[in-house]
């Protein structure tokens, strides 16, 4: 039995019962002579007794359906919202029930609802914190390995590399050789060795980047070159100008100018390098020249991890990287990122 049907039950009984207890008061308040007559009397053709029986029973009839109707809408918004509850979907508003039961219900439901959502987002915060305390110690672990391995390399490989350069240099120097064939193949193994130590030069510089440990980016950019002109037989340039950035934009900058440097001692075969950090027109520009074998740059872009990175982290901090190179004449890397002043809207 339905909620309709249950209602509809229920205003029956009650309408014949509150119309038995009329009856017996007015009965008892007004004596009839003859019971006979509540038969014998009839409305519109039927029995008096009958009439009033009937009239019970639609009046029961329709308040059941009227108040059946309105509770069971009532009930199926409160089952929708359970049912919504129950898949995990966000329960709609709920308007203040008019029946008393469904009241306490709706309630119930807005504050598991509420209480629903609130450990929902605590749960999405304790995920967001683990995946990054997990990603910081696999950043940390990889530093770590990074660190390792260049230690390793600078300690071994890059050692022998200066010893089979003195070694090959001095020969060159001393030895006379007997044909040019002869001179070309030892100026070769020289050439060879001295461009290992630039790969490797670049190579440590990709495993244990110089960070700036608060220092400023003009510091940072000067100690490194500063150490890269006593290491590498390049002739080094520098005009760097003290500017106040924030320290993500700082940081940025310093990696791309380290990404560059990395590039042209692998790749530019060059002998004069110079870098460039200005303020011009609100925009701090880093500009990375040298005088190398250059390159394509459409052919190179779209392969090349190291041009990607640098576009990234330029379009990071709301810049532009742009690359010039022509081929045995040398490139030029510059970066341009606008200064927001506090204040400016």
Same mark, same amino acid.
């Given at each position: 039995?339905? #909620?309709?049907?249950?209602?509809?039950? #229920?205003?029956?009984?009650?309408?014949?019962?509150v119309?038995?207890i009329?009856?017996?008061?007015?009965?008892?308040?007004?004596? !009839?002579?003859?019971?006979?007559?509540?038969?014998?009397?009839?409305?519109?053709?039927?029995?008096?007794? !009958?009439?009033?029986?009937?009239?019970?029973?639609?009046?029961?009839?329709?308040?059941?359906?009227?108040?059946?109707?309105?509770?069971? +809408?009532q009930?199926?918004?409160?089952?929708?919202? /359970?049912?919504q509850?129950?898949?995990?979907?966000?329960?709609?508003?709920?308007?203040?029930?008019?029946? %008393?039961?469904?009241?306490?219900?709706?309630?119930?439901?807005?504050?598991?609802?509420?209480?629903? #959502?609130?450990?929902?987002? !605590?749960?999405?915060?304790?995920?967001?914190?683990?995946?990054?305390?997990?990603?910081?110690?696999?950043?940390?672990?990889?530093? *770590?390995?990074?660190?390792?391995?260049?230690?390793?390399?600078?300690?071994?490989?890059? *050692?022998?590399?200066?010893?089979?350069?003195? !070694?090959?240099?001095?020969i060159?120097?001393? +030895?006379?050789?007997?044909?040019e064939?002869?001179?070309?193949?030892?100026?070769?193994?020289?050439?060879?060795?001295?461009?290992?130590?630039?790969?490797?030069?670049?190579?440590?510089l990709?495993?244990?980047?110089?960070?700036?440990?608060?220092?400023?980016?003009k510091?940072?950019?000067?100690?490194?070159?500063?150490?890269?002109?006593?290491?590498?037989?390049?002739?080094?340039?520098? +005009?760097?100008?003290d500017?106040?950035?924030?320290?993500?934009?700082?940081?940025?900058?310093?990696?791309?100018?380290?990404?560059?440097?990395?590039?042209?001692l692998?790749?530019? %075969?060059?002998?004069? /390098?110079?870098?460039?950090?200005?303020?011009?027109?609100?925009?701090?520009?880093l500009?990375?020249?040298?005088?190398?074998?250059?390159?394509?740059?459409?052919?190179?872009?779209?392969?090349?991890?190291?041009?990607?990175?640098m576009?990234?982290?330029? /379009?990071?901090?709301?810049? #532009?990287? *742009?690359?010039?190179s022509?081929p045995?004449?040398?490139?030029?890397?510059?970066? %341009?990122?606008?200064?927001?002043?506090?204040?400016?809207?």
């Open positions: 039995m339905n #909620t309709v049907q249950r209602y509809i039950v #229920t205003g029956i009984a009650f309408s014949l019962f119309s038995i009329a009856a017996v008061l007015i009965f008892l308040k007004y004596p !009839l002579p003859n019971w006979s007559l509540l038969w014998e009397k009839e409305i519109m053709g039927v029995p008096f007794l !009958l009439f009033m029986a009937g009239v019970s029973v639609a009046a029961g009839i329709a308040f059941g359906i009227m108040f059946g109707f309105f509770s069971q +809408k009930w199926r918004t409160v089952m929708d919202s /359970l049912r509850l129950e898949h995990g979907q966000p329960v709609s508003p709920l308007e203040p029930s008019k029946l %008393k039961e469904a009241a306490a219900v709706v309630a119930r439901v807005q504050k598991i609802q509420k209480q629903m #959502t609130e450990q929902v987002k !605590l749960s999405q915060r304790l995920a967001n914190e683990k995946a990054e305390e997990q990603e910081k110690r696999i950043q940390d672990i990889i530093s *770590q390995e990074r660190h390792r391995l260049a230690r390793e390399l600078h300690d071994s490989v890059s *050692q022998q590399l200066f010893s089979a350069s003195m !070694l090959i240099s001095a060159n120097e001393t +030895k006379t050789f007997s044909d064939r002869e001179e070309k193949q030892f100026r070769l193994i020289e050439e060879m060795i001295h461009q290992s130590q630039l790969e490797m030069r670049a190579l440590l990709h495993l244990r980047p110089v960070a700036l440990k608060g220092k400023s980016l510091e940072g950019i000067q100690e490194l070159l500063m150490e890269l002109k006593q290491k590498v037989p390049m002739h080094i340039e520098w +005009k760097v100008e500017i106040p950035l924030d320290k993500g934009v700082e940081d940025h900058l310093f990696r791309i100018l380290q990404e560059s440097i990395s590039n042209t692998r790749h530019a %075969k060059a002998t004069k /390098l110079e870098v460039l950090l200005v303020k011009r027109d609100q925009l701090v520009i500009r990375v020249s040298d005088d190398g074998v250059g390159f394509n740059v459409d052919q190179v872009k779209a392969g090349s991890y190291g041009l990607q990175n576009h990234e982290r330029a /379009l990071e901090i709301g810049g #532009t990287l *742009q690359i010039v022509v045995n004449q040398g490139t030029r890397l510059e970066v %341009k990122v606008p200064i927001i002043e506090e204040g400016t809207s």
